[in-house]
């Protein structure tokens, strides 16, 4: 089965691992700091050079895999109809797919929150709002409330598909970047998260990941570099589900403390552990992440004395 080399690209280290896939052993690990200021790939080299000193060529690795979340994830705004319903999937989306939810807008935009979401400056902005036929001002005034915008930002679009088309109407007059996907929120309590996880996911790789050299390094794993959030709720998946040849271990609850965030990652069901305890509003999926954008260990550290 030959090895595996495992990079990781993180907001203070790059680390790569090198596993023996047949004799199932940690073979190498090696780190050095990370050149995101610079290039990544200049840390990248540094770590391969690393382990062909070791006696190691990574180069002849069987698989090649990377995650990074060197650029510090993603900053978000959400915007939604309602707090209790379209704004929480709209934020359960973006958690899921490694994105920091940094403000949450309900209701009509006022300019008061206008200039808040300018000041915030955000990676991107998920606009949502209606179920499919349902409330469609809200989500069209919030359109031309954020056409407005002075801020050369992308924009999802994952609302009422009634609305979505003259919605994107005024956005692409406003010369806005708009990504067009399912409704968040079809029906009322009835979620559709995987289709904006799979577009915020791909607004990641090109906007954020590639603009730090990283496209370099996916030319050389031969595979698309994966946010390291995205990475690590996979992984706490697999292991609860398990595979075809090894059972899972069940419900588990993962904490992944990082330079720059902490994230928590639980694959359970989360039923009321109390008798007579009634259920209200969305449904919490099986799989989900949370994430404290103020807690690290080192950009955030500052936080945590």
């Known amino acids: 089965?030959?090895?595996?080399?495992?990079?990781?690209?993180?907001?203070t280290y790059t680390k790569a691992t090198v596993v023996d896939l047949e004799e199932v052993e940690l073979?190498?690990?090696?780190?050095?700091?990370?050149t995101v200021n610079e290039d990544i790939n200049?840390?990248?080299?540094?770590?391969?050079?690393?382990?062909?000193?070791?006696?190691?060529?990574?180069?002849?690795?069987?698989?090649k895999l990377a995650c990074s979340s060197a650029a510090g994830g993603l900053k978000m705004v959400a915007l939604g109809l309602v707090p209790d319903l379209t704004v929480e999937a709209a934020r359960r989306a973006a958690l899921g797919a490694g994105a920091k939810v940094g403000q949450v807008f309900c209701y009509e935009l006022?300019?008061?929150?206008?200039?808040?979401?300018?000041?915030?400056?955000?990676?991107?902005?998920?606009?949502?709002?209606?179920?499919?036929?349902?409330n469609k001002n809200v989500i069209i005034h919030n359109s031309r409330k954020l056409a407005e915008l002075e801020l050369d930002v992308p924009i999802i679009v994952a609302g009422n598909k009634v609305a979505a088309p003259t919605v994107e109407k005024i956005l692409l007059s406003a010369n806005k970047e708009v990504y067009i996907t399912e409704n968040v929120m079809p029906k009322l309590e009835s979620l559709n998260i995987e289709p904006v996880r799979k577009t915020i996911r791909n607004v990641f790789l090109s906007k954020i990941i590639y603009a730090k050299g990283l496209s370099k390094l996916s030319q050389y794993t031969g595979n698309a570099i994966m946010p390291t959030?995205?990475?690590?709720?996979?992984?706490?998946?697999?292991?609860?589900?398990?595979?075809?040849?090894?059972?899972?271990?069940?419900?588990?609850?993962?904490v992944d403390i990082g330079g720059a965030t902490t994230d928590v990652d639980s694959v359970a069901v989360g039923t009321p552990a109390k008798a007579g305890v009634t259920l209200r509003g969305l449904r919490e999926p099986f799989v989900k992440r949370t994430v404290e954008g103020d807690l690290g260990m080192r950009y955030s550290a500052p936080s945590l004395v």
């Open 1 to 11: 089965m030959g090895l595996a080399l495992l990079m990781d690209i993180g907001s």
């Open 27 to 34: 073979k190498a690990r090696v780190e050095t700091l990370t």
């Open 42 to 63: 200049i840390g990248v080299n540094k770590v391969l050079k690393e382990l062909k000193a070791m006696g190691i060529d990574p180069d002849k690795a069987e698989y």
């Open 110 to 134: 006022t300019d008061t929150e206008l200039e808040q979401i300018v000041k915030y400056s955000p990676d991107i902005i998920l606009l949502a709002g209606g179920t499919d036929g349902g």
């Open 229 to 254: 959030p995205s990475a690590v709720m996979k992984a706490a998946e697999l292991l609860a589900r398990g595979t075809d040849k090894h059972e899972g271990l069940g419900e588990i609850m993962v």
